[in-house]
């Protein structure tokens, strides 16, 4: 698949959707852009996210959290864990492996 031309929808949850989830966000585009990719990067809480992120390409989330998405990865989401979820090294780390399967599918 060539990701250059594809614009990635991304959903980043916490379980509030106020403060965490935002700053996921901004991480995200900060890597998209650095990687010269295109995305629309949406924030919400989990118990809004768990219903609608089937929806989304990516879903950023805390470990704790990943159990939440289960729904959306059975129905083609692909679910990234984040440890560290204010940690823009780990973002890019796992955005990378994701992109790097995706390009080979």
Aim: glycine fraction near 6%; charge should be positive; include cysteine.
């Amino acid at each position: 698949m060539d990701i250059t031309s594809k614009k990635f929808n991304i959903l980043a949850c916490c379980a509030a959707g106020n403060g965490c989830c935002q700053l996921v966000s901004l991480k995200v585009k900060r890597v998209f852009t650095k990687l010269g990719l295109k995305c629309n990067v949406e924030a919400n809480t989990v118990s809004v996210g768990k219903a609608i992120g089937q929806k989304y390409d990516v879903v950023y989330c805390s470990v704790s959290l990943e159990p939440q998405f289960a729904d959306a990865k059975r129905k083609g989401a692909h679910v990234i864990p984040l440890k560290n979820i204010m940690s823009e090294a780990e973002i890019e780390e796992k955005t990378r492996a994701y992109l790097d399967e995706l390009s080979k599918a």
